[in-house]
């Protein structure tokens, strides 16, 4: 819980007296003993996954990587046992729960294996390269009873979550629009199996911010306008910038708009995110994008007729995107384990995420709003 205070009049006679306090930080399972078995090796795992779990006090048993130096440099640093096969580390008896970070095309055969061992699972985003894919794991892992869930972890960013808290407490009213923003110059070159996929902006990050919007307003878009586009001169198939218009049910609307070829200063770079409702506003800054590679905390401003009018709140918020928001991913899991129901970033939740990025898709490629319905009834 942070303790707010109101810092700055919003006009100019605001008496600025309030005080707020948000619920944004990551719950935790009341057991944290429940063993972690990590496929992938990779930049994830040891710069976000590892370290959150290590702040969570969370059991890793071992890791797999199909190039065991990966899996070697990783445990060195975290001090966790190597496995050769996945199948041995899938056998391990304390394993309760398979934490998948690889690239999405080898991650459905990775996941049903895990299930049919009864494992539960987390897997990463995007959690396949189809649709189709996806809804086929969703349903097989309901059919063998496991719990899955995907690690949108964007939903426990400090802002996004805290942005949620105001809206589940109508203090902006009726929601009527969310927006999030991003100007900066990613190297994508980090990652080398992404230059040449098609779809990469949407399909790789916006896919966080579709998310994030979806959770924050509690409720998912009808229809997806969406445009993508590459910039001048750029190794990468797939696109880098992006403009997506969301329709959610009655007034509600939504846009993200990103780009990652800001060759500015970072003085110039932004990454903003604003839901506005009826009787209020609440926006922020999403410090993971700031301060490039190091980030920052993120910021958030609330304004509320129905808590002060004339007042602006910005409350200091702990925590980051990276790696703070993965113990709320593994947290969430770990407690509908233990609550048994379904966590809230379930694998039946996702396919609602998927439809609108598949559904951006398709709209770039037709040029036209494309309806979520039309991406699951495609693949039926
Ligand atoms: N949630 C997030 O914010 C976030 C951020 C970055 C990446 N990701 C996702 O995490 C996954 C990994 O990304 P990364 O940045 O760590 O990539 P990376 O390229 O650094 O690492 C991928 C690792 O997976 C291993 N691997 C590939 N196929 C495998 C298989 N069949 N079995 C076992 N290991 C296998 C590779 O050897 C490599 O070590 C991707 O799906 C990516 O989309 C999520």
């Not at 006009?11 to 619920?23: E, M, P, Y």
């Not at 990966?70 to 996945?86: N, P, Q």
């Not at 993508?228 to 993200?256: N, S, W």
């Not at 609440?282 to 993120?298: Q, W």
Request: net charge neutral; proline share 6%.
């Amino acid at each position: 819980m942070s303790e707010g205070r109101a810092v700055q009049p919003a006009s100019g006679n605001a008496a600025g007296k309030g005080r707020l306090a948000l619920d944004y930080k990551p719950r935790l399972p009341a057991d944290r003993s429940m063993g972690i078995a990590i496929v992938g090796a990779g930049d994830i795992v040891v710069n976000a996954h590892l370290p959150a779990y290590k702040l969570a006090g969370f059991r890793v048993i071992g890791i797999y990587d199909i190039d065991r130096s990966k899996a070697e440099a990783a445990a060195k640093t975290h001090s966790i046992a190597v496995f050769d096969e996945l199948a041995a580390l899938l056998a391990h008896p304390g394993v309760r729960i398979v934490d998948i970070a690889v690239p999405a095309r080898y991650q459905p055969a990775i996941a049903r294996q895990a299930a049919e061992r009864g494992k539960h699972l987390l897997c990463q985003k995007p959690l396949a390269e189809s649709y189709r894919q996806a809804r086929e794991l969703a349903e097989a892992c309901a059919a063998l009873g496991v719990k899955a869930a995907v690690n949108q972890q964007m939903r426990w960013a400090p802002g996004i979550q805290a942005s949620r808290c105001v809206v589940e407490r109508g203090w902006l009213g009726a929601p009527l629009q969310a927006s999030i923003q991003v100007n900066v110059l990613t190297p994508w070159e980090l990652w080398p199996w992404l230059s040449h996929m098609p779809t990469l902006e949407v399909m790789y990050h916006s896919i966080h911010y579709l998310d994030a919007i979806r959770y924050v307003l509690g409720t998912a878009p009808e229809y997806v306008y969406a445009d993508g586009a590459k910039y001048p001169g750029q190794t990468y198939a797939g696109e880098t910038r992006t403009m997506i218009h969301l329709k959610f049910p009655g007034e509600v609307r939504g846009l993200i708009h990103d780009s990652h070829n800001n060759r500015m200063p970072q003085d110039d770079w932004y990454a903003t995110f604003r839901f506005e409702g009826t009787e209020g506003v609440v926006k922020g800054t999403n410090g993971a994008l700031y301060n490039y590679p190091h980030g920052r905390e993120d910021t958030i401003a609330l304004y509320s007729e129905r808590l002060e009018p004339g007042c602006l709140y910005a409350p200091t918020l702990e925590g980051r995107w990276f790696p703070h928001a993965f113990m709320g991913t593994m947290g969430e899991l770990m407690r509908a384990i233990e609550e048994d129901r379904e966590p809230v970033n379930s694998l039946a939740d996702n396919l609602l995420t998927l439809q609108t990025v598949f559904a951006a898709y398709k709209s770039m490629a037709e040029n036209r709003p494309v309806y979520l319905e039309e991406i699951a009834a495609a693949a039926t």
